[in-house]
């Protein structure tokens, strides 16, 4: 059968609950057992056995109609009848405590009733037409999605498959993962009969496959459960290391977290603020992390302060008086309620301390926003139901396969359907999915239009490109982090502007070298696969797209006179100025030199500002007839593979002649060029930089200004 079983006479690990945190009390299986023997309950009744479940849903759902859940539970159990679990009790005590699992979590009518029916078609006679002839398409595809789980390989040589399945079976319905947590939360309850060997295999698996599914579809409530009875399985010592210090800390006689607690409950009653506050005791997993930061535990490193009030605008309320009337510690301060985690989390986070050093952090949220973070997904309810309450769309006899569009589907799962579609092969696919996974925190950066790109934490603006633009981010050619020109391989922080530059070229390439920068799926697999339909042009690129050396100039220079100027002395020769080389129609002056040569630059020059600092005279002068002109250009761009032959075929096609070039060496991805032109008509001058602006990897094209 498909669920573990255990002998509540030999439980294993159980985490102990802190006497300040309330509970509902764990149901007695061994009763329950009993409840569902003793037969159902007359047509029409809800039966006893289901009644805890029943209680929990209308908590969440005072409307609900039970009808669906008293005809699955009377399905199940005469389906389940006679079959026992390991540990003695009657199998249908395992649906019904994964059923109630989830009405706890605030799961609608439709999760529960397929959750009670989740191993009819596994385990007995019962077929999927069946329950969809019973119970209708969502319940049918639910047990589908499931069933299909359930017969997953979890060996270590099957792992990417058992992915990839989880995968798909989440992007097409989330309630089908919600269920399935569910399910391995409650025999990781009662894994006590299995083997140790057989313990710690499916411990593993859900700490690598499980545990992180559970975290991105934000349903924490199982998550935090799932993390202690593995951290109990796989480190027993340092399990019991941290149950005896957690329970020390309940025997105290003096609580700073509670002291605190009153401290602000009074503060916001004095601003008339309408809260609830409470204390949230750290889960095991939680308390072995601060213990490893921080060393010695203080009282109030066991908990956490949860505020919980009505409104959004209450939030920022409650944590302007904190921050008022309390010590706060500003570089504890998270705002994910105007930019909410990928998982759906919203909440402010904040600390304050206590004159003795001791700090206490505080979670601000709605209630809303609590039950969101609590459980995920599972409380958002029927992704598909229509408006006004009507039946959900119908879906066909397709496997679990066939996605189905979902509109509450998270961002990142969106993107790992996507490149998990695109993986070249099974070692790709799985080597970067455990990368994706094992990323316990995500950044969120904004585009120049507003939008926003939810990034794992160490994202570059590689990952940044090609999770805006796929893959036709191969023609990316640099980026702008706040304003200021950055290199694709810059890390990106949270909250930071990036603005893409994109290429025009449609043939454009990616470089070898940005493997190395990426550390997205999208990214990797992106390049990857470029590179593979592409193995001579990606070997043969060079490790410079530019010359490291000056270009040789092509003549000589001519010499800098200007018969287009004119000087109030017509006796004087007249040269151009080559630190700003002015042209038509440019406002210049004049300064007499050696030789009686006047020299002419423009009124901006900073050459001209010095020369009237040294009490040189000026001499006016002004353009002629002559509408030819030299001018020095100086080109910024990104290297890249044929950019020095596009730049100077753009500027021939404007007429311009090349006099003299120079290409700086590569500094960080970035190239300056400096180019002295000849033009018929200076009047071709801004076309001319327009054209330069416009070759791919060009980003900037400005006069010569030299100091």
């Not at 006893?48 to 908590?59: L, N, S």
């Not at 006899?397 to 359907?417: H, I, K, N, Q, Y």
């Not at 010359?547 to 004119?566: C, I, K």
Request: proline content about 7%; overall charge negative; hydrophobic content about 40%.
């Amino acid at each position: 059968m498909s669920a573990e079983a255990t002998n509540p006479a030999t439980p294993g690990p159980v985490v102990p609950t802190v006497a300040r945190r309330k509970a509902r009390p764990r149901i007695d299986l061994r009763r329950l057992g009993l409840a569902a023997l003793l037969g159902n309950a007359a047509r029409g009744r809800l039966p006893d056995a289901i009644g805890h479940v029943a209680e929990a849903h209308r908590a969440h759902y005072p409307d609900a109609d039970l009808e669906p859940l008293r005809r699955a539970y009377v399905l199940a159990e005469s389906s389940h009848r006679g079959q026992m679990r390991k540990s003695g009790e009657p199998y249908i005590t395992h649906p019904l405590a994964v059923t109630l699992i989830l009405a706890e979590l605030g799961a609608e009518t439709t999760t529960l009733t397929a959750s009670l029916l989740h191993d009819t078609v596994e385990d007995t006679e019962v077929t999927l037409d069946q329950v969809g002839e019973e119970f209708g398409a969502e319940v049918r595809y639910l047990v589908d999605g499931v069933t299909k789980l359930e017969k997953v390989d979890y060996g270590a040589a099957a792992e990417p498959e058992t992915f990839r399945k989880m995968l798909v079976a989440t992007g097409s319905d989330v309630r089908v993962m919600s269920i399935k947590l569910a399910d391995r939360l409650h025999n990781m309850r009662t894994l006590g009969v299995m083997r140790r060997e057989k313990q710690e295999r499916i411990a593993k698996v859900t700490r690598d496959v499980l545990i992180p599914l559970a975290e991105r579809l934000g349903v924490q409530a199982l998550k935090t459960e799932l993390e202690d009875l593995v951290f109990a399985i796989l480190h027993p010592e340092e399990y019991e290391h941290t149950r005896e210090l957690i329970a020390a800390n309940a025997a105290r006689a003096d609580d700073p977290l509670a002291d605190i607690a009153d401290e602000v409950r009074g503060v916001l009653r004095e601003a008339d603020i309408p809260a609830e506050v409470l204390i949230r005791p750290r889960h095991f997993v939680s308390v072995h992390r601060v213990s490893r930061k921080r060393g010695e535990l203080r009282g109030c490193d066991f908990g956490r302060l949860l505020v919980l009030v009505n409104e959004d605008a209450d939030c920022y309320a409650v944590l302007g008086e904190l921050h008022t009337c309390l010590t706060p510690v500003v570089s504890e301060f998270k705002d994910f309620i105007a930019v909410p985690k990928f998982n759906l989390y919203q909440s402010l986070h904040t600390a304050v301390a206590r004159a003795d050093g001791q700090v206490a952090e505080v979670l601000i949220r709605t209630h809303q926003m609590h039950k969101v973070a609590e459980a995920g997904v599972v409380a958002l309810g029927n992704p598909y139901a229509q408006a006004g309450d009507a039946p959900a769309a119908d879906t066909s006899d397709d496997t679990v396969d066939d996605e189905r569009a979902d509109p509450t589907r998270p961002g990142w799962l969106s993107r790992l359907l996507d490149w998990q579609k695109a993986a070249p092969d099974t070692d790709t696919f799985w080597s970067t999915l455990r990368e994706d996974l094992a990323q316990d925190r995500e950044i969120t950066v904004f585009r120049p239009d507003g939008g926003t790109l939810g990034l794992p934490e160490g994202a570059t603006c590689v990952d940044a490109a090609y999770a805006q633009y796929g893959e036709d981010a191969h023609a990316c050619i640099g980026a702008r982090v706040n304003g200021r020109l950055a290199t694709l391989s810059t890390v990106l922080r949270d909250g930071d502007t990036v603005q893409l530059l994109m290429g025009q070229d449609p043939a454009s390439e990616p470089s070898r070298e940005w493997l190395e920068h990426a550390h997205t799926p999208a990214a990797r697999i992106a390049i990857q696969r470029w590179i593979a339909t592409h193995p001579a042009t990606a070997a043969e690129e060079p490790p410079a797209p530019v010359p490291s050396r000056p270009v040789p100039e092509p003549q000589a220079p001519a010499p800098r006179t200007a018969s287009a100027v004119v000087a109030d002395r017509p006796d004087v020769t007249v040269r151009l100025a080559g630190c700003c080389t002015p042209v038509p129609p440019d406002e210049v002056t004049g300064f007499a030199v050696r030789g009686g040569v006047v020299t002419v630059h423009r009124v901006e020059c900073a050459a001209v500002a010095h020369m009237k600092g040294t009490g040189r005279p000026e001499m006016a002068v002004s353009w002629g007839d002559s509408a030819a002109c030299r001018v020095t250009l100086v080109a910024e761009s990104f290297g890249r593979p044929h950019l020095l032959a596009d730049l100077t075929e753009a500027m021939a096609q404007e007429g311009a002649e090349i006099v003299s070039a120079t290409v700086e060496p590569p500094s960080q991805q970035r190239v300056r060029h400096t180019y002295t032109v000849e033009l018929p008509d200076a009047a071709h001058l801004p076309a001319l930089m327009r054209a330069m602006r416009n070759v791919p990897g060009v980003y900037d094209v400005d006069r010569a200004q030299h100091q």
